[in-house]
């Protein structure tokens, strides 16, 4: 059974930093790509950042240049570290794993930005 552990939210003051943490176990086939979403409060999930196997990276359309994504294969935890954070990024975050065609989620973690 697969299982997505996030770790790293909390609240944080404006402008600054955080790292979320995502590690998956109990996976018995490759993973393709290891990403993170959000939801803010009102809105839909949307695309934070994705990692490919091979290192592609795909950012969602509303995020730029703060954010970077890394994973490692050896531990199959996949990271996102946020910067210069702003109220806006106030969501709970969750982490995502896709392989064999199939997505898991991880139960998310929330994220509180304050002005």
């Known amino acids: 059974q697969v299982q997505l552990v996030e770790s790293g939210g909390g609240l944080v003051q404006a402008g600054g930093s955080l790292r979320l943490s995502c590690a998956a176990s109990?996976?018995?086939?490759?993973?393709?790509?290891m990403g993170w979403y959000r939801r803010a409060p009102g809105k839909q999930r949307e695309l934070v950042a994705s990692?490919?196997?091979?290192?592609?990276?795909k950012f969602g359309d509303s995020v730029k240049g703060r954010f970077i994504i890394s994973r490692d294969d050896a531990k199959n935890t996949v990271y996102l570290q946020i910067n210069s954070l702003k109220p806006e990024d106030t969501a709970v975050y969750y982490c995502?794993?896709?392989?064999?065609?199939?997505?898991?989620w991880g139960q998310g973690t929330q994220v509180t930005v304050s002005p």
């Open positions: 995502n794993v896709y392989g064999e065609s199939e997505d898991y």
């Open positions: 109990g996976c018995t086939f490759s993973i393709n790509a």
């Open positions: 990692i490919s196997s091979g290192g592609f990276i």
